[in-house]
Nanobody, 115 residues
Framework: QVLVVESGGGLVQAGGSLRLSCAAF????????MGWYRQAPGKQRELVAS???????NYTDSVKGRFTISRDNAKNTVYLQMNSLKPEDTAVYYC?????????WGKGTQVTVSS
């Protein structure tokens, strides 16, 4: 069993920054392909950024150059540094932890960007 807890969301003006954290509690290997997704009202959940096999990273086009995913394996924690935020980044941000054929999600953290 894995518990996933996101934090760090909030209200920020356009152009501002936020840093999200995702802590995963359980027996998780250091090369787990954890990632961040988001879901805006009325839209499907979409990938924002994730680690891939080989510890490379993957970003959706709309956040490239603005968002950075990083990890602290000792803490089983993944971060998402979000800079130059735009109103269209407003969404609930979720952390995904795939492990042994099961996908674990957190409850999400709300990010609201005002214009």
């Amino acid at each position: 069993q894995v518990l996933v807890v996101e934090s760090g969301g909030g209200l920020v003006q356009a152009g501002g920054s936020l840093r999200l954290s995702c802590a995963a509690f359980g027996s998780i290997p250091g090369d787990n392909v954890m990632g961040w997704y988001r879901q805006a009202p009325g839209k499907q959940r979409e990938l924002v950024a994730s680690f891939t096999r080989g510890d490379t990273t993957n970003y959706t086009d709309s956040v490239k150059g603005r968002f950075t995913i990083s990890r602290d394996n000792a803490k089983n924690t993944v971060y998402l540094q979000m800079n130059s935020l735009k109103p269209e980044d407003t969404a609930v941000y979720y952390c995904k932890v795939p492990l042994r054929g099961i996908t674990y999600w957190g409850k999400g953290t709300q990010v609201t960007v005002s214009s």
